[in-house]
C-alpha cells in the first residue's frame, strides 16, 4: 500500500485511551495559547475562525466549497466565475454579497492578485486575467484570499474584525483573545462556545500551562517533539507545511547567476536537518516532498564545497546580508547558513528581517499548503514574490517547472517542516487543517454540559 | 532442414524479443514499462545504455524482475539494448511514489547531460482484509463518493444517499450502484455542525422519506418511466423525526406511504446541536433525557423494548413502562442500529467504537437481560462511523464512514454464523 499523506497522528501520552467514539457535545471554552500573534497569517489562529474563502482545500489537498457553492472556468482559464453561497450572514447581520466579496479580494492582494480584475455580477463573483488561472480555485483557498467585510451599513469600516466564520470576534484584553460561538455559522455552530487564545506566551510557558490544566491546546515547534515526548505531551503532527528556504535577490551582489549556484551549492542541509531542527521534518532540495510529486529525489540535496568553489570561479562578492526572523529556532538556523557560506568564500553579515530593510539574502518559512501539486508550486512561487502560473498538472510538466525556477537559484530550497500542537484530557476530535493549523472550529470538550 | 531450423530458432527469437512472456503479458505493469521505455527511446534513440532500477515505493521487491524483464523487451522493441556497466549511456530508472500515486521515473544520462521521463501509473488500490473470529461481522462496500453522507436506505430497486444538500438515487447496473437521479433539498437552513438526518423507507420498499434538521423530504415514484423517474419534496417542519425503520413487506399495496403499516417511532430533534430531544410519540410513560440514538429492540419479555443511548453517554432500556440501565456498554459510540441474524439470539445490536487514533470498528452485542454480551470480533472500519441504521430487510446494517482522507463511504453490514 501507498504511504498516506493523511495527518498523522503522534499520540504520546500513556494516559490517552482508546475510548468509545461518541458524539461531540456543545459547550465550554476551549483554551489555546500561541508564541506569536494569532492574528497574522498564514498560521494565524483567529483568522481562520472569524473568516472563511471562497473555497477550502481539505486536509488532502482537494478543494472544497465554501463561501461559493461552485465556480466554472471558461476562455482557457482565463474567465472564473463564482457563485455564493446564499443565505449566509457576517457577524454583524449583514448578508454576504458579491460586491462585499470584492471589496475585501481588492484589499487582499492589490497588484500582486492572480487576477486582473475582479467584479460582482448578481450573486457571483467574476475573474479575469490577461495570463490563464488554471489554479486559481486552490489558490483563493489561501489564508490571504479570506473574505472580510470591509464597510459597514453605515458606510464605515467595522470596528471589530468580521467575517462569516464560525467564531466571532469578541474582545481583547492583557494579551487574551476572546472568540464567541457564531450560533448562525453556515457551517453549522460551532461545538465550544468561546475560544480564549493567550498570545505571545513563550513554548516553556505553553506547556507548564498545560501540564497544570491551564490550557488545552499549545504549540510544539517541530524541533522539540523530543522533548514533548520526554514530557510525555500528546501531540497532533502535521504532515509536511512549510518550506524553510533561503530566498537569494537577483539584484546587487549577486546578480550573477553562477555566484547564486555557488552559494546553493554551499548550504549544509544536513546540519540544519540534524542539529537545529533535531531530524524533525525532511531535507529538501525541490519545492514540493517527495510526498506530493513523486519525483523530489531527482533534486539533489548534498552539499558540494568543490562545485561551489569552481562556480564562484575566484569571485568574492561584497559583504552578503543574511536577513532572518529574531528569536527561536529561526535564528540558530540563519547563524548556521552564516557559518556554512563563510566556509564557502563568503562574507556574511546577520541581520533581524524587518519590512524596511532588503537583504541580499532571507531565511524564509513558506506555506506548503496541501493542494494539488500545481497550485501547491503556483502558491509557492507567488510567496516568493514570483508572479507564475503553472498550467500543466503532468508530473514531467510540473517537473520542469520546478527545474526551470530552481536552477535560476533565486529560492534554495532548505527543509520542510511540520507543524505540531499539543493537546489536553479536555480536547476531543482535533484535526488539522491543510495548512497545518489546528481546526478548533471542529473540536469539542470531553468536559462539556 | 539446417535451413528449416535456423528459421524456427529465428521466428522463436523474434516472438521473444517482440512479445513479452506470458507472465510479463499479464503483468499490471506492462502499460506503465512500454510507456516509460517509450519515452526513453525517444530521448536516447537507437543504442545501448546500462539500465539501473531502485525501488523508493511499496512495490514488493519480488516483482522487480518482472518490471525490469518489461522494460528490456519495451526498449529492445524500440531498439535500446540494455548493456554492462562500461556503456557510455545509462539509464537509471525509480520506481517512486507520492501520496496518491505510484510515479516512475527514469533519469536518461549521456555524457554530462541527463535528461528526465516520467510515467504516472494512478493510485494503488489494494483492499484490505478483515479479521473474523466467532460470530463474524462481514462488510461490503456499496458506495464511495466526496461528498458527506448522513445515512443510506437500500430499497429493493434503488440506493438512497442523504447528502447535506442533495438526496442522491443509485440504481443498480452491473452489480454495481451507479448514480441515476439527484434532487437538491431545496429548503436550506445552517445544520449542526455534526450533521445529521435519517432515511425511512415504506413498508412496501418503493419509497422514502428523508429527515434533516428543520426539513422533511417527501418521495413519489412514477411506476411507468423506465428507469425509474423520483419525485423529491421538501419542506421546512418542526415535526418530530421518523426514527425507527418498518419492516419490508413487499406484499403491501401502498405505494406512496412512508410508514406502511407499522407505525414508526417518532422524536423531536433539537436542530441546533446532534442531538434528539427526548421527547418521543408514542409516549412511553417514562420521561426521557436528551439522547443520540433510538433502536426498537424485539425482546422475548415485551412487544416493544426501546434502547436509548443518552447523550451523558449511558444506554438505557425503556420497556413496560420502566426505564433501565444496561450495563457493558461502556465501549460504546453514540450510534447503534439492531440486526437480525441466524447466529445467537438472533438479534444483535451493532455499535462503533473506536479503535485507532482515525479509525473505528463495528462490534456485534447481544442484550440477553440488562448487561450488554459481545457477540463479535470488532471489525475494523476504514475510517470514522458517522452513522449507522438497520436495513429495512433487517438482516444488515449501513454504516456511513468517513475515510481518513476525507471521502464517504457506504457499507452493508451482516452477520456471518460461525
Known amino acids: 500500500m501507498l504511504r498516506r499523506s493523511a495527518i498523522s497522528l503522534l499520540f504520546l501520552s500513556l494516559a490517552l485511551t482508546a475510548s468509545a467514539r461518541t458524539r461531540p457535545h456543545y459547550g465550554g471554552t476551549l483554551r489555546a495559547e500561541v508564541e506569536g500573534d494569532p492574528w497574522n497569517g498564514p498560521d494565524g489562529l483567529a483568522r481562520s475562525l472569524i473568516y472563511d474563502g471562497l473555497t477550502r482545500l481539505d486536509p488532502d489537498g482537494s478543494v472544497r466549497p465554501a463561501l461559493a457553492v461552485e465556480w466554472q472556468s471558461e476562455s482557457d482559464n482565463h474567465r472564473w466565475q463564482f457563485h455564493l453561497r446564499p443565505g449566509v450572514l457576517f457577524h454583524d447581520g449583514s448578508p454576504l454579497t458579491a460586491a462585499a466579496v470584492v471589496q475585501s479580494l ?190 523530489a529525489f531527482l533534486f539533489p540535496a548534498a552539499r558540494d564545497l568543490k562545485k561551489s568553489s569552481e562556480l564562484r570561479g575566484g569571485l568574492t562578492p561584497s559583504p552578503l546580508t543574511l536577513g532572518f526572523e529574531t528569536g527561536g529556532t529561526t535564528e540558530l538556523a540563519a547563524q548556521r547558513l552564516a557559518l556554512n557560506l563563510r566556509e564557502a568564500g563568503f562574507e556574511i553579515l546577520l541581520v533581524p528581517a524587518s519590512a524596511a530593510t532588503r537583504t541580499a539574502l532571507t531565511l524564509r518559512k513558506l506555506p506548503l499548503d496541501a493542494a494539488p501539486p500545481s497550485a501547491a508550486i503556483e502558491a509557492l512561487l507567488r510567496a516568493a514574490g514570483e508572479a507564475a502560473s503553472v498550467a500543466n498538472t503532468t508530473p514531467t510538466a510540473l517537473y520542469h517547472a520546478e527545474r526551470d525556477f530552481l536552477d535560476r537559484c533565486t529560492l534554495v530550497p532548505l527543509l520542510y517542516l511540520p507543524r505540531a500542537y499539543a493537546t489536553g484530557p479536555r480536547v476531543r476530535d482535533l484535526q488539522l487543517t491543510a495548512s497545518g493549523t489546528p481546526d478548533l472550529a471542529s473540536v469539542s470538550l470531553e468536559d462539556a454540559p | 532442414m539446417k535451413h528449416q531450423i535456423k528459421l524456427i530458432w529465428l521466428i522463436a527469437a523474434v516472438i521473444g524479443v517482440f512479445t513479452p512472456s506470458a507472465t510479463a503479458a499479464s503483468s499490471p505493469w506492462q502499460e506503465a514499462a512500454a510507456d516509460l521505455a517509450a519515452q526513453i527511446a525517444s530521448i536516447l534513440g537507437p543504442g545501448q545504455a546500462h539500465l539501473t532500477i531502485r525501488n523508493l515505493s511499496a512495490i514488493p521487491t519480488d516483482e522487480i524482475p518482472t518490471i525490469r524483464r518489461l522494460l528490456e523487451q519495451n526498449l529492445k522493441s524500440h531498439s535500446v539494448t540494455a548493456s554492462g556497466a562500461d556503456s557510455a549511456s545509462a539509464i537509471r530508472v525509480t520506481l517512486s511514489e507520492n501520496a496518491h500515486n505510484r510515479i516512475w521515473v527514469a533519469e536518461i544520462v549521456e555524457g554530462s547531460e541527463t535528461q528526465i521521463a516520467i510515467v504516472d501509473l494512478g493510485p494503488d488500490e489494494t483492499p484490505a482484509a478483515s479479521p473474523a473470529t466467532g460470530l463474524i461481522l462481514r462488510r461490503q462496500e456499496l458506495l464511495s463518493t466526496r461528498e458527506p453522507i448522513l445515512a443510506a436506505l437500500e430499497l429493493p430497486n434503488a440506493l438512497i444517499a442523504l447528502e447535506t444538500e442533495q438526496i442522491v438515487v443509485y440504481a443498480q447496473a452491473a452489480g454495481l450502484w451507479r448514480e441515476q437521479q439527484r434532487a437538491p433539498i431545496t429548503v436550506l437552513r445552517p445544520q449542526s455542525r455534526d450533521r445529521r438526518g435519517v432515511l425511512i423507507g415504506s413498508a412496501n420498499g418503493s419509497t422514502f422519506e428523508a429527515w434533516l434538521p428543520g426539513i422533511r423530504c417527501a418521495s413519489s415514484i412514477d411506476p411507468t418511466s423506465q428507469p425509474a423517474s423520483w419525485k423529491i419534496q421538501c419542506r421546512a417542519t418542526d415535526d418530530p423525526w421518523a426514527v425507527t425503520q418498518p419492516p419490508l413487506d413487499v406484499s403491501s399495496s401502498q405505494p406512496g406511504s412512508a410508514s406502511g403499516t407499522v407505525s414508526p417511532i417518532r422524536a423531536f430533534y433539537n436542530a441546533t446541536r446532534n442531538y434528539f430531544t427526548g421527547v418521543i410519540s408514542p409516549d412511553l410513560g417514562v420521561d426521557l433525557l436528551p439522547f443520540y440514538t433510538l433502536a426498537q429492540l424485539p425482546r422475548p419479555s415485551s412487544t416493544a423494548a426501546l434502547l436509548i443511548n443518552g447523550i451523558d453517554g449511558k444506554v438505557q432500556l425503556a420497556e413496560n413502562g420502566a426505564l433501565k440501565f444496561v450495563s457493558g456498554t461502556r465501549d460504546w459510540g453514540s450510534d447503534f442500529a439492531i440486526l437480525h441474524s441466524p447466529c445467537g439470539t438472533g438479534v444483535q445490536i451493532v455499535t462503533s467504537s473506536s479503535g485507532e487514533a482515525q479509525s473505528d470498528s463495528l462490534r456485534a452485542y447481544e442484550l440477553p437481560a440488562l448487561e450488554a454480551i459481545p457477540a463479535s470480533a470488532p471489525l475494523a472500519m476504514d475510517g470514522a462511523v458517522t452513522a449507522l441504521a438497520t436495513a429495512q430487510d433487517l438482516n444488515g446494517v449501513f454504516a456511513v464512514v468517513r475515510t481518513a482522507n476525507n471521502r464517504y463511504e457506504v457499507d452493508r453490514v451482516t452477520a456471518l454464523c460461525n
Open chain 1, 106 to 295: 481588492n484589499l487582499s492582494c492589490n497588484a500582486a492578485c492572480p487576477w486582473t480584475a475582479v467584479r460582482p455580477v448578481g450573486s457571483s463573483i467574476v475573474f479575469t486575467a490577461e495570463s490563464p488561472m488554471p489554479n486559481l480555485p486552490a489558490l483563493l483557498a489561501g489564508d490571504q484570499f479570506l473574505v472580510a467585510l470591509t464597510v459597514t451599513a453605515n458606510g464605515r469600516p467595522p470596528a471589530i474584525p468580521t467575517g462569516t466564520g464560525a467564531f466571532r470576534f469578541a474582545g481583547f484584553a492583557d494579551g487574551l483573545m476572546t472568540l464567541a460561538a457564531n450560533e448562525s455559522s453556515w457551517q453549522g455552530r460551532p461545538f465550544a462556545d468561546q475560544i480564549q487564545i493567550r498570545t505571545h506566551r513563550a513554548i516553556r510557558d505553553q506547556w507548564l500551562d498545560l501540564s497544570l490544566g491551564h490550557a488545552d491546546i499549545v504549540e510544539v515547534p517541530p524541533e522539540e517533539l523530543r522533548q514533548a515526548q520526554q514530557q510525555h505531551l500528546a501531540a497532533i503532527v502535521s504532515p509536511l507545511v512549510q518550506l524553510l528556504a533561503l530566498q537569494v535577490s537577483d539584484s546587487g551582489p549577486l546578480s550573477s547567476s553562477m555566484l547564486r549556484a555557488a552559494l546553493a551549492q554551499a548550504v549544509d542541509r544536513s546540519a540544519l536537518f540534524n542539529v537545529i531542527y533535531q531530524k524533525q521534518g525532511e531535507i529538501a532540495a525541490s519545492l514540493l516532498p517527495q510526498e506530493l510529486t513523486g519525483y
